[in-house]
């Protein structure tokens, strides 16, 4: 039996449809809404769920994006070091407990918005296509 190793999309293979930005800043306000109320310990294991994928589908975006710009310009710099802490931010794991989740939830919620103010700015899903 032969071993089948996934390997990331090319350039030419991925998706080129524009981010949900609608979508993925209301999912990071559930958590940073001045008026957000604690969610319960199952529905913030999904919103983290969640907000892990936002932040693993913008990274890749708003990386490409910034790599499109010239390398002494200063919001590339900006959204590559976003794009870093984002990435830092995956690989960091949650506390035991629920106030310690709540705040890894947060700060991947703000990790999202970050991403999309980037994309956003950067002027990513312009030329991805519609979103009618």
Same mark, same amino acid.
């Given at each position: &039996?032969? %071993?089948?190793i996934?390997? *990331? *999309?090319?350039?030419?293979?991925?998706?080129?449809?524009?981010?949900?930005?609608?979508? &993925?800043?209301?999912?990071a306000?559930r958590? +940073?809404?001045?008026?957000a /109320?604690l969610?319960?310990?199952?529905?913030? /294991?999904?919103?983290?769920?969640?907000?892990?994928?936002?932040? &693993?589908?913008?990274? *890749?975006?708003?990386?490409?994006?910034?790599?499109?710009?010239p390398?002494?310009?200063?919001?590339?710099?900006?959204?590559?070091?976003?794009?870093g /802490?984002a990435? &830092?931010?995956?690989?960091?794991?949650?506390?035991?407990?629920? *106030?310690? %989740?709540?705040?890894?939830? %947060?700060?991947?919620a703000r990790?999202v918005?970050? +991403?999309v103010?980037?994309?956003?700015n950067?002027?990513g899903? /312009?030329?991805g296509?519609?979103?009618?």
């Amino acid at each position: &039996m032969t %071993q089948r190793i996934a390997q *990331p *999309p090319t350039a030419q293979g991925r998706d080129h449809r524009p981010l949900d930005v609608q979508t &993925m800043r209301a999912c990071a306000r559930r958590l +940073l809404a001045d008026d957000a /109320e604690l969610p319960t310990a199952a529905e913030l /294991e999904t919103l983290t769920l969640q907000l892990r994928g936002h932040v &693993m589908l913008a990274v *890749p975006e708003v990386e490409t994006v910034a790599l499109t710009l010239p390398k002494d310009d200063v919001p590339r710099a900006c959204a590559l070091a976003c794009v870093g /802490e984002a990435r &830092m931010r995956l690989n960091l794991e949650p506390g035991h407990t629920l *106030p310690a %989740q709540v705040a890894h939830a %947060q700060r991947l919620a703000r990790a999202v918005n970050a +991403l999309v103010d980037h994309y956003e700015n950067l002027g990513g899903g /312009e030329n991805g296509g519609s979103t009618d």
